[in-house]
């Protein structure tokens, strides 16, 4: 089993920054993939960024690509999302979600753990 805990969401003005931080439970971490997901009100949850659990593999969504960057420290059992020259259509809460499988996906269906979402809004 493993819980998450998202932090570093807030208010943000088009162009800047933000890091958003996933803090996961337990002391097998590094066996689980892990994955950037965000949804806006009235939209379908849509698929980020991924990582896998040794952190030597990531994939994009195209919408953010070059933009952000996934990463994780598996000593701290955390996940990171560096958010750079974010746009208002990056508006939305932000979920962090885990499989116990080597390596991540854009199917949100096969992550078993989420966290409870950190909302990122950016002001244009």
């Known amino acids: 089993q493993v819980q998450l805990v998202e932090s570093g969401g807030g208010l943000v003005q088009a162009g800047g920054s933000l890091r958003l931080s996933c803090a996961a439970s337990g002391r097998t971490f590094s066996s689980y993939a892990m994955a950037w997901f965000r949804q806006s009100p009235g939209k379908e949850r849509d698929f980020v960024a991924a990582?896998?659990?040794?952190?030597?593999?990531?994939h994009y969504a195209d919408s953010v690509k070059g933009r952000f960057t996934i990463s994780r420290d598996n000593a701290k059992n955390t996940m990171y999302l560096q958010m750079n020259s974010l746009k208002p259509e990056d508006t939305a809460v932000y979920y962090c979600a885990g499989k116990n499988a080597p390596y991540g996906s854009r199917w949100y269906d096969e992550y078993g753990y989420w966290g409870q979402g950190t909302q990122v809004t950016v002001s244009s």
């Open positions: 990582i896998s659990g040794r952190g030597d593999r990531t």
